[in-house]
Structure formats: C-alpha cells, structure tokens
C-alpha cells in the first residue's frame, strides 16, 4: 500500500497497540509470542509491558488497572497454557463490565488440527469469558483487528475482548498503515428517549421517599457531578451496589452507603426496603445489590433503570421503565426533566439520614476477637488516615464486607476496587499492581487473605521488582473462611475442606524481598501503614483475625442467619 512501510506482524501490532493509546501491557511471555516481544523491546518504552508471574494474575493486574483509570487494560498471553490460565480472570472482568483486550499468541496456522504442542480451540476456550473472540487470519489485518477490539471493548457494555494472532501471523511482513485511534470510555454518550425520560422525572417527581442506587455504570461513565446533581435536587438519598461505591463522597448529606446484601449499612437496606420509588443506575439490581429483593422489593416501589444495554435495563424488575443509553446522558436529562424538591422536605430528609448514620455509628458493638485482631477495627482505623489519598483493593472474601460498610471515600471516584463479579480470590496481590501503574506516585492499599496469597503469592515479587508503593494488609485466619462461615450458619457446623494451618505469611513476603511484619495491635497497623505510604515502598504486613463464623462481618444473610433466619440466600 502507498506509503506503508513493511513491518513484521510484531511491530505492526505493537505500533497498533500504542496508536490506541495502549501504555502498559501486563502479561508473561511464551513460545508463540516471542515476535511480539522482540517488537516490544523495540518500541522505546512506548508501551511499558509489566511482567506477572501467571496469566490470571496479569488479568488481574489489567482489570484494575482499568477501573480505576477508565481505559482499556491490555494483556498479553501465549498459547496452551498460558490461554487456560487466563481465563480464570476474565470471567470476572466480563461479569463487572470491565473493558480490556487480551492478547493471545497460538501456534503457526498450518499447525492446527495436528495435535501440536499447546493446541486449543482458543474460539471456544475465550466464548464463555469474552464479548468478542477474532483470530487474525494475515498480518496485514493486524490494524483494523486492534482498532475492531478497542471499540467492543469500549461500546455498549464494556468488557473484555480476545484477538488471536497465529505465531505465522505475528512473523509475516507486510505495509500497511497503523489506523487504530483511541478508544473512549464511554465510546458514545447515547441519550434515552425523551418519552420515557418524562415518564421517569414524572415518577420521580411524585415519590415521597425516592431513592437512587448507583453501580459502576456512574464510574464508566464519569457521572458523579451529574449523579450528585440530581440526588440533591431530588433530595433523593443516593445507595450503592459495591461496584458502584465512591458514586457519590462519603460526606455527601445525601450518601446512604452501600445496599444489599454484602457490606451493606442496616439503615441502607431499611431505607430501600420502604421507597416509593427507586431509580438504579448502571447496576444488574440482582440478589446481592438488592437483599435478595427486598431492598428494594419487586412489588413495592416504582423502578426506573439506566443502562447502557436494552436487554439488562429493567430486567430483574419487571414492569420497570428502562432508561437505555449512558448514564451521564440521561442524569443530565434527568436533572433538567425534574422539578427542584421543596426546602423543607429537603432538610426533612437530610436530617433523617443523619440521624441514622449517628445512630449507625453509635451502636457498633465492641467486639471480641478472642486475642486476634477485629478486621472492622483495622478497616476503620486505616480508613481515617489513608481515605484522602489511597486507592484500595480488596479480596472477595473477608476484607470485601468491611471495606463496603466502613471504607468511606471523601471524594467521589472509584478508589475502592472489589470483585463482586464472580468474586475471584487471589485478585487484590496482582490487582493492586495494576493500579500502582494506572496511579504512579499513590499510594496503594491491598487487603487480601491466606487464601488468596496460596494462590497469587507470586505478585509480591512483581511489586517489590518494580518497588510499587503497596501496602498489603493480609488477613490471616487460617481457613477459607467465606465457606466455613456457610458451614456453620447453615449446615450445622459440618466443616469440611476448609482449614489450613496457620503460616508464617510475613516471612514468605520477605522471601520476595519485602519489608513484612506480624504487627500486635491497631496501633501498631496503624503506624506501619503510615510509615508504607511515607517511603512509598512495598510493604506486607500479616494480621491474625478470627474466622468469619468466630467474628460475623456485615453481611446482612449471616446476620439474619444467627438470629435465627437459617434460609439460605439465593444469589
């Protein structure tokens, strides 16, 4: 083609990567894709590639490096083995609408069907786990295939995206010219219909007791000033689904914190539970988000929904009206379609809400944790020192609870990263790293588990390689405690495969070259952490806390569990 000049499969879908605005690659090099990395080692450091220590530990890196950054993560794995591997973390990314591309190497094209070494119908493999599976067939489709993955990985609802490129493909010449542009989140700002806006503002508009939920559809689309605007001309108390947390600051009068059935304020759930009308944003509204539909219920309150995608808008509440398009978009509409809410009914509920937030604080219970450490104690006390200025991440399991009900985030944002997807253990070791990269010079926050840490162990060494500014606070109970905690509240104490012995995780964070410590108390946890964030190095430090079943976390099912309710809540 004029002007183009010939370049190797590598270099063509390395400058494609960096023309789509690709800064970092996370991922660990294998047989197929030694051409790319040759292109990558050429490249002058445009694209940054950040060696994990396993596939699903790259994902990890590259899906919160995503969220809390708003643009594509990118990964690249090798065939066989690296390809199974790194599915283990894309279920999570598609699940919590997480936008990346993935890239997957394979084996020669000629090869195929002959048994060879790591062959995988990788179609089929990714099918479950991706919105969109292409194995790029000749070298000089490389561009348009990169700017085709950027786009569904951006469009509609986000997430992530595999691109195949044969080894043949990635070490065959051709000129062509890199037309990939860069991709934004949201890729549109699509309006809804202003029909069904007017039948949502006047919904809302009549509600004595409205009320908002907000998931991370707000973050991906970068609502938060028009979320807040609306909630306060409604006077509209703004709950979130953990995904969403960080909407709307903290310290927001309007703020009701996060709802459901994980971490969620009593007060939330109580307040969702008896609106009149509830306007979800950005969310699935499913079992966890919503109490097991009772906050709100199904037949109560009338239901709006914005979503980005038609088929998700309203389903779990049928008979909702759906608000299809991005959320911005329609908050603004919103906000200019509603009427502004009486002085006094605004103070009324102002001081309703602050009353049960007083209220709230005044009756947490002083706990014992039998000589260990209470995470909610930990969680708080790290809370007051660090929200200003840290980003957090946190495992599925016993830190996730804590986090929602007790990290509060001053400025609206997202810097609170769970996985509440599939709920992925050994996701906040590697995790954390990714947001080092997408936030240089913050400090980072980590709370994972003995579970998680047999399982991403590895990701210590990264961070102490590239000296990130990590924090990690490791909860050690000796047991995967979300299961055991199932056992006993609602199998009558029959444990099984759920204990381990308890090990010294401060000296395997040492082994890797990290500063790590068993600290004696909060106060203790308290002074390292901030010593962790003044000399910005990595930090480990092993915390022994009791079991879940020893020490309940908020989780409204196991509450209602001890005192008495033994149903089984369905997710």
């Known amino acids: 083609m004029s002007g183009a000049i010939e370049r190797s499969g590598g270099q063509i879908l390395v400058d494609s990567l960096i023309a789509a605005g690709t800064q970092f690659i996370f991922g660990v090099p294998g047989d197929t894709g ?10 002058g450091g445009k694209i940054r590639h950040v060696l994990a220590n396993d596939e699903r530990c790259a994902v990890f890196m590259a899906d919160v490096f995503a969220r809390t950054s708003n643009r594509v993560g990118v990964v690249e794995v090798s065939s066989g083995g690296g390809a199974t591997f790194a599915v283990g973390g894309l279920g999570e990314a598609l699940a919590a609408s997480v936008p990346l591309v993935l890239i997957a190497s394979d084996i020669q094209t000629r090869s195929r069907g002959t048994g060879a070494i790591t062959e995988t119908d990788v179609v089929a493999l990714f099918a479950g786990v991706t919105k969109r599976q292409e194995i790029v067939s000749t070298t000089s489709a490389i561009p348009q295939a990169v700017t085709l993955a950027f786009a569904a990985a951006t469009s509609g609802r986000p997430g992530p995206v595999v691109l195949i490129l044969p080894e043949d493909v990635l070490e065959g010449h051709a000129a062509v010219p890199t037309q990939t542009t860069p991709s934004n989140l949201p890729s549109e700002r699509l309006p809804a219909s202003d ?16 009320a908002i939920v907000s998931g991370s559809g707000v973050h991906w689309s970068a609502a938060w000033t028009e979320l807040t605007a609306l909630s306060e001309k409604l006077a509209a108390p703004v709950a ?50 919503t109490n097991g539909f009772t906050s709100p ?20 509440f049928p008979g909702s009206v759906p608000l299809v398009g991005d959320a911005r978009a329609i908050l ?15 103070r009324a509920r102002i001081a309703e809400l602050a009353g049960r937030r007083t209220e709230w604080r005044s009756v947490q219970p002083s706990r014992p944790a039998n000589g260990q450490l209470d995470p909610y104690e930990i969680i708080s006390a790290i809370s007051r020192i660090a929200a200003d200025d840290a980003i957090v991440v946190g495992e599925p399991g016993t830190p996730t609870p804590y986090l929602s009900s007790y990290w509060e985030i001053p400025q609206a944002g997202r810097r609170v990263v769970l996985p509440r997807g599939h709920g992925p253990m050994g996701y906040a070791l590697p995790g954390a790293i990714g947001a080092a990269m997408a936030h240089p010079g ?51 104490r029959r444990f099984f495969g759920v204990d381990f012995e308890r090990f010294d995780a401060a000296a ?8 790590a410590s068993r600290p004696a108390n909060v106060d203790d946890i308290v002074a390292a952490v901030k010593g962790g964030m003044k000399s910005m190095t990595p930090l480990f430090l092993d915390v022994w806390v009791p079991a879940e079943h020893e020490l309940l976390p908020p989780v409204a099912p196991w509450v209602a569990a001890a005192q008495g309710d033994v149903n089984r809540p369905i997710y």
């Not at 709802?259 to 699935?284: C, E, K, M, Q, W």
């Not at 309150?301 to 980005?308: L, R």
């Not at 603004?332 to 605004?346: F, G, K, N, Y």
């Not at 395997?508 to 500063?515: D, M, S, T, V």
Request: overall charge neutral.
């Open 34 to 43: 030694v051409e790319f990395y040759d292109a990558l080692r050429a490249c």
């Open 195 to 210: 029909k069904s806006v007017a039948i949502a503002a006047a919904i809302l508009a009549a509600a004595t007791r409205p």
């Open 297 to 316: 219920p199904r037949n109560g309150p009338a239901v709006i929904q914005i979503d980005i995608e038609a088929e998700r808008a309203g389903r779990n």
């Open 240 to 289: 979130t689904t953990i995904h969403g947390k960080g909407a709307i600051s903290a310290l927001n009068l309007m703020s009701l914190g996060i709802v459901g059935s994980n971490g969620a304020r009593p007060y939330a759930n109580d307040y969702l539970a008896h609106a009149d009308a509830v306007l979800f944003i950005g969310t699935r509204a499913n079992s966890t988000d």
């Open 442 to 492: 913050k400090p980072i926050i980590a709370f994972t588990t003995d579970g998680s840490l047999l399982m991403a162990c590895g990701a210590l060494e990264t961070a102490k390689r590239l000296r990130l500014p990590i924090t990690y606070i490791h909860f050690n109970n000796a047991s995967l405690g979300w299961i055991k905690a199932l056992q006993h509240l609602y199998f009558d």
């Open 508 to 515: 395997i964070a040492r082994g890797f070259g990290l500063e």
């Open 332 to 346: 603004d509409q919103l906000h200019r379609a509603v009427p502004q809410v009486a002085e006094d009914i605004s």
